[in-house]
């Protein structure tokens, strides 16, 4: 008796519920609704009091995505307005794509943002006036496509309002980071998603010693070139002390880049961790677990690595980890030993979404978790492409225990 309940990925679904509501605020910011025709405005025209008239380019989406590697799909992801990522949920359950979502958390904190092609000259000198025009702390949310090191260095003096920044692509590279890292009109940046470029360690070290960036809360660097010597360089900065979320997904960062992390006395304001794909072996879960600089974690995604039972049960003994109330450990190789172990942790009381779906986890797994008495706050379990049975089905559908749970996959 296969039971799949709710069928959605959580960072998708971030993703989607963060647009969802805001058709009218995505005008605001210029930014066209699905099948709209957006001209770019001609900066020498009359201002024009109407949002929609701003500038702005929506990415069209593919016609038909069957086929093509998750790889590319993942990539398509970071770049689509709000009604293609619906219509992309809808056309492809490929649960790889789905984790290089890493826009996502972006785009959840970072409702209203203007996109623009600024390799268009109209819509680069239209954007360039509206930044000039922006009143203080107008608080611009910008997605810029189109990026070259030569026009960055042009729109950046016309920063100075600009929050929120989006150079997710692939392209952007240390140079172009390192003309960031190094800009005075940035110091009211909050949020930086970089990811899915070219940045290898120097980028991050510009990034890492960059006095201009000092008030960012969201850095994300997913799928760049990023090893163990650039994670030291962020992880021993005085100048990211402000980060609340880092995203380092698809890098080969490796055991030793997370013991730095975890031995961090700067990156002590972390709420939100992912290291989905980063080479983690048991060693780095290990050194997360037994840190006492992450105490304000309350997400961690330490998917599609090896850490394994004996990582499993590091985390479920962690004294440190107990504010967490998202946890993602799948693809990492996990059987009925480390399941017995998250279950019956007194630490995981805060959970609410649990994520181990495709590892070695069978029936007694699912019973222990069906029996746990500290797992109760549950609302998502993910447990799919596991070698749970029909019995180990039924013992988690009829769990007393796990009465919260709003989307159980199996």
């Not at 069957?66 to 990522?85: C, H, S």
């Not at 240390?174 to 909050?190: I, N, Q, R």
Request: charge should be neutral.
């Amino acid at each position: 008796m296969k039971k799949t309940l709710i069928l959605a990925s959580v960072s998708l679904l971030c993703l989607s519920s963060a647009f969802s509501s805001d058709r009218t605020d995505r005008a605001q910011f210029g930014v066209p609704s699905q099948g709209a025709t957006v001209e770019p405005h001609d900066s020498t025209a009359q201002p024009s009091n109407n949002p929609s008239a701003q500038p702005g380019l929506a990415r069209p989406l593919p016609t038909s995505l069957k086929g093509m590697p998750p790889e590319i799909l993942g990539k398509i992801a970071n770049n689509l307005e709000a009604e293609d990522v619906v219509r992309l949920q809808n056309m492809t359950e490929d649960k790889t794509f789905q984790a290089k979502t890493h826009s996502a958390e972006f785009y959840q904190q970072n409702s209203r943002v203007m996109t623009c092609d600024i390799s268009n000259p109209k819509v680069f000198k239209s954007l360039i006036k509206y930044l000039q025009e922006a009143p203080q702390n107008a608080n611009i949310k910008l997605t810029l496509i189109g990026v070259t090191l030569d026009n960055l260095k042009q729109i950046l003096p016309y920063c100075n309002e600009v929050t929120a920044l989006d150079l997710t692509g692939y392209i952007i590279g240390d140079k172009e980071v390192e003309v960031l890292a190094e800009s005075p009109y940035l110091v009211k940046l909050t949020a930086l998603n970089l990811s899915s470029n070219k940045i290898g360690d120097e980028g991050v070290i510009a990034l890492a010693n960059s006095k201009t960036l000092i008030n960012l809360a969201f850095l994300s660097l997913a799928s760049n070139n990023i090893g163990t010597a650039g994670v030291e360089f962020l992880a021993n900065s005085e100048n990211l002390a402000s980060l609340t979320a880092l995203n380092l997904a698809n890098n080969k960062i490796g055991d030793e880049g997370v013991i730095a992390l975890a031995n961090s006395k700067t990156l002590i304001n972390l709420a939100s961790l992912h290291l989905v794909m980063i080479k983690l072996n048991a060693a780095g879960a290990i050194a997360l677990a037994g840190s006492k600089n992450l105490a304000s974690l309350t997400s961690l995604s330490l998917s599609i690595n090896k850490i394994g039972d004996e990582g499993a049960i590091a985390l479920a003994n962690s004294k440190t980890l107990i504010n967490l109330t998202f946890l993602a450990l799948w693809s990492n190789n996990i059987s009925d030993k480390g399941a017995k172990a998250l279950a019956e942790s007194k630490n995981l009381a805060s959970l609410t979404s649990l994520e181990l779906w495709h590892n070695k986890i069978g029936d007694d797994g699912a019973q222990a978790l069906a029996e746990s008495k500290t797992l109760k706050n549950l609302t998502t379990l993910d447990l799919k492409n596991n070698n749970i049975s029909d019995k180990g089905a039924k013992t988690l559908a009829e769990s007393k225990n796990l009465a919260s749970l709003t989307s159980l996959e199996l």
